[in-house]
């Protein structure tokens, strides 16, 4: 079993900040991508940010120069740093993972619970 545990979400005015972690825990071997999707009311979940073992980034054209992902290899954990946030930021964040578990040796994907961002004066 793999499980993912999202912190960071909540409430902010206009232009605020927030930082989202999480943490992947359990029966994991190895990770490749880690990331963050989105999905806001009435619509279909997006790709933020994602962020390989080797560190390479990719972001979405929305995010991009406010959002910064960033990975800690030895705790297993994704952040993604939001600044200068809007009111159309305002979604459900997931975390996703990319990893393979110790007992397989095939690669799958995972999900977060999803931490809710509002973004409202």
């Known amino acids: 079993q793999v499980q993912l545990v999202e912190s960071g979400g909540g409430l902010v005015q206009p232009g605020g900040s927030l930082r989202l972690s999480c943490a992947a825990s359990g029966s994991i071997f190895s990770i490749s991508s880690m990331g963050w999707y989105r999905q806001a009311p009435g619509k279909q979940r997006e790709l933020v940010a994602t962020i390989t073992s080797g560190s390479n980034t990719n972001y979405a054209d929305s995010v991009k120069g406010r959002f910064t992902i960033s990975r800690d290899n030895a705790k297993n954990t994704v952040y993604l740093q939001m600044n200068s946030l809007k009111p159309e930021d305002t979604a459900v964040f997931y975390c996703?993972?990319?990893?393979?578990?110790?007992?397989?040796?095939?690669?799958?994907?995972?999900w977060g619970q999803g931490t809710q961002v509002t973004v409202s004066s």
């Open positions: 996703n993972v990319r990893g393979r578990p110790y007992t397989s040796p095939y690669t799958y994907t995972y």
